[in-house]
Each structure stands twice: as C-alpha cells, then as structure tokens.
C-alpha cells in the first residue's frame, strides 16, 4: 500500500479514537453503568421496566427530634404493625405527623429503589400498597413510611444524566486523558486494519478469477436466502433478530460458495479463470519425486515457486511403496522420503486443488495434465509422452532429464578425451566407454582395450531427443597433433580441459 495512503489512514484513525474517546465514551459508560446497575439490583423472576420510570410515594417521616434515631425507628415500627393490623389506616398515621410538614410526596426512580437495600422492596410494591415496615430514608436520614401512589414515565430528560447514571468527571484533565487513550486506541486499531486490508489484498489478488465470481455470487445468494428468516425473525425484537438473521446470510453465503465450486468444471467463468492465470504452481508427478533430483534442484534455486502433490499421485506412490517388487518397493519409498524432505523444506500442497483433476476413473497422466492447466502451473515430469501431450495443450513441463542434458559439457569433433573402456561393443571391434555424465562413448577401434584407460579422439557427436550419442576413435585423426606434448585430456583450439 502506498506510505501516503497510510498515513492518512492512521491520521483518521486517530482523529476517529479521540473523537469517540470524548464524545462517545462518556454516554456509553453511563449507559453500561444503567444496565450493570438494573442487571444487579433486580430481584430475581421479577419483570424488568424501563429506565425512565419513578415511583410516586407518600412518605410519612417521624421527625420527633426528642427521641433518638433507635427510638424513632421503634415508633416507626410500631406504627407500620397497627397499619397492618388495621388498627389506623395510613391517612390517619399521616394526619397525626401532619402537623409538622413530615408528610409529603417523593419520586424516587425504580433503578434507584433496586440498587438500595432498604429501599428494594417499594420497587415490588402495587400502585395504592403500603410497605408494612419502617424504612430507613438516607435523604432525610430518619425512619419513615411508604405508599406506591403511581408510576410515572419520566419525559423531557433531554437526554442528560439521570440520578441514576454513572457520574463521570467532565473536566480538562478527564478529556484530555479520554483524547490520549482515544488517540492511542484508534492509531492501534489503524495500523491493525492496514495489515489485515494488505493480508486481504495479497490474498484477492492471487485467488483465481473464477473464485472471485464464487464468492460474489455465493454472498448475494446469503444475502438473498436470508430475507425471509428476517421478516419470519421480526417478533424476536430487532437485535436478536439482526444476529440470526446475518449468521443464516453467513451460512447461506458459505453454503453457496461451496456449492459453486464444486461444479467449477462446468462454470465457464471457473476454467477461463483458472486458465488466464498463471500461478507459479508446480504440479508434481510421481516418477519425479522417486527419481529424487527435485530436492537438490529446489535447494539450489533452479526450480522455484511452491509445489503441489494431488492426492492420486501420493496414492500412486503409496502403492508402489507397498508393491511385493524388492526393486518396486524401494522405489516407492524413496519417492516418499523425497516428498517429506521437500515438505520439510519448502512449501508443499497436497491435494487442496485436487476438484480440477476430473473423474478419478481418468488416466492419472490425463488427470496431472487437466489439474496444471486448470491452475495455471507447470508440470514437473520425466515422463516422455506425458511431456508431449503436456505441450500439445498448452501447458508448460519442468523435464529434469531435459535438463540434465542441457548442462552436459558439449564434446566436439575432433577433441581428445581420455576414457576407460569397459567393455565391448554391438559392431566388431568397438568399445564402450562413459563420460563422467553417464553419456556413452562409442570408440572405434577399442575392443582390444577393454580395462585400459586410453586417450581417444571424438569423430562424430549425435544428438537424439533420448540423449546424445558419441563415437570416437583410437587413433589421433591427421593434423591433430597435441601442442608442446600437451595431456590428451585437453582438446580443442583453446586447451580446455573436459
């Protein structure tokens, strides 16, 4: 991503932390106090009302400032047992401490009567109900009685801060504390979005054009889906029924996207995708890894990119692994040390693309070709005619033996070598000898020195799509002449060594 484009998002990442940090901070730990608060102090199995109701009370205060606070609390008590036992009526206790003004009416907000302990029961009171015990009225800071007149809604707050909400400072210290915190939070969530949006971004680009229409179409088709249990969801109230209803899309979505590429051997847009694009991918097969080059080919550098093992070739390889063949045996199980060495090494699918292959039934060489050409990689493969076909359909092979030929030293006509001759030949007279690359030498001539080691002289050099033929003679051809007595082991104008 552009530095400048990521600076502007920090910048607003952090302008967005301290604005939120101010603005939005404080309402919301008001708001997650009022719920804490309402969750704690209800009683258990009772409804639970809105914020904003208060209940309207008659309060009947003993205010007799000649008795103690104990005592005070006894006439309150006593007086709360004759109202129950029907002795006086509640009006008649208020009319003997009326006089003073110690009868009133009060509203005291539901939640604030559910966080207090001495005041919890009048939240469980019925609208006309006295409380048949004295109560403890901190305010007044003396014992009184209480009758639920009403239940009111309490309107026109404004939205400020009831006597309930959480009392949060609003001074320059507390902001300016708010606007650091805001500003680190929002650069840290800033940065943390930049990294997952460049993961995101990699990742999109090297997904395959066909899995981008999958995961388009597979979205609209959630999204889609999902409107009917939204509108069957309604009565569960609109949270519970915006979750349910984005985690059915989520699935729906998921659910389509697999569905889609499933059948991607017969979507157009998955193959065209698949097919204009080349990944880099390096589709194995089994003869190269029992061959066991491809490991020292890796380490060196000569083949890069990441590697992928379908799962019928590893089954392949397994079966030749468990063959009763000695020599089959070996072989199978040295194709699968090779596979754990690379594994170890470098990065290695296994069977992760293996839909693109086709029918199982297929030939597994049909099967290698049809799973490069649908991802977009190359064949690695020692196989002959699987490398013709290969190419026949536009997909690229990775031959290690046409690379080994490719680095043999070239051996021109008329240079010398120096060869031990092991043995004979098909035609009379000729030996057979071998360059230190394994090529055979045809040496005209060397029948008669079978075991020696003697210098010969190249006549003539074929080369086949098979390999590279070489015959050679025993004698110097005329005007060939090694300078100033020169080792036959040099050879050409210039003396170079073999």
């Not at 000649?66 to 309150?76: D, F, G, N, V, Y």
């Not at 090779?338 to 693109?356: C, N, S, T």
């Not at 070489?470 to 005007?479: R, S």
Request: charged share 25%; aromatic share 6%.
């Amino acid at each position: 991503m552009d530095p400048r484009v990521q600076k502007r998002v920090l910048v607003i990442a952090a302008v967005t932390g301290v604005l939120a940090a101010v603005f939005v901070l404080p309402p919301a730990l008001d708001s997650l106090y009022r719920a804490a608060a309402r969750a704690s102090g209800s009683p258990s199995g009772q409804a639970q009302l809105p914020n904003a109701e208060s209940l309207v009370l008659d309060r009947i205060v003993i205010q007799d400032a000649s008795k103690s606070l104990s005592e005070r609390k006894q006439i309150a008590e006593e007086l709360a047992r004759r109202i129950s036992a029907g002795q006086e009526s509640f009006d008649e206790v208020a009319a003997k401490y009326g006089d003073d003004g110690s009868k009133d009416t009060v509203r005291v907000s539901r939640i604030a009567a559910q966080n207090s302990a001495d005041l919890r029961p009048l939240a469980l009171l019925e609208p006309g109900n006295f409380l048949p015990s004295a109560v403890y009225d901190a305010k007044v800071e003396t014992y009184a009685l209480f009758r639920l007149k009403g239940v009111e809604q309490v309107r026109g707050t404004g939205g400020g801060p009831s006597q309930e909400a959480y009392n949060l400072d609003k001074g320059p210290v507390t902001m300016l504390a708010l606007g650091l915190l805001g500003l680190v939070l929002g650069v840290a969530l800033g940065q943390g979005f930049l990294r997952v949006s460049e993961r995101i971004a990699v990742k999109w680009e090297k997904t395959d054009t066909g899995d981008k229409v999958n995961l388009f179409l597979g979205a609209v088709l959630g999204l889609i889906g999902s409107l009917p249990f939204m509108l069957a969801l309604g009565g569960l109230g609109r949270m519970w029924a915006s979750l349910i209803t984005f985690a059915i899309a989520i699935g729906l979505g998921m659910l389509g996207v697999f569905a889609l590429r499933s059948m991607g051997d017969v979507l157009p847009w998955q193959a065209a995708g698949a097919r204009a694009r080349k990944t880099g991918l390096k589709v194995i097969d089994t003869n190269v890894l029992i061959d066991g080059r491809l490991y020292d080919l890796a380490r060196t550098g000569f083949i890069e990119g990441e590697f992928y093992v379908a799962n019928f070739v590893l089954r392949e390889l397994q079966f030749i692994a468990d063959s009763s063949d000695p020599l089959r045996r070996q072989r199978g199980r040295r194709g699968l040390d090779m596979l754990r060495h690379i594994q170890a090494d470098f990065p290695v699918k296994v069977g992760e693309h293996d839909r693109y292959a086709g029918d199982a039934k297929d030939p597994v060489d049909e099967r290698l070709v049809r799973l490069a050409k649908a991802l977009g990689g190359d064949l690695v493969s020692n196989d002959y005619n699987l490398n013709r076909v290969a190419s026949i359909q536009s997909v690229r092979v990775l031959n290690i033996n046409d690379l080994a030929l490719a680095v043999r030293p070239n051996v021109l006509p008329g240079e010398s070598l120096e060869l031990l001759i092991v043995r004979e030949g098909n035609q009379a007279g000729q030996g057979i000898g071998y360059l230190d690359d394994g090529t055979m030498v045809v040496i005209d001539g060397g029948r008669e020195h079978i075991g020696e080691t003697r210098p010969v002289w190249v006549s003539q050099v074929i080369q086949t799509e098979r390999g590279k033929m070489i015959f050679a003679e025993m004698d110097e051809p005329e005007g060939e002449h090694p300078a100033n007595g020169s080792n036959p082991k040099t050879h050409g104008r210039q003396g170079k060594p073999i």
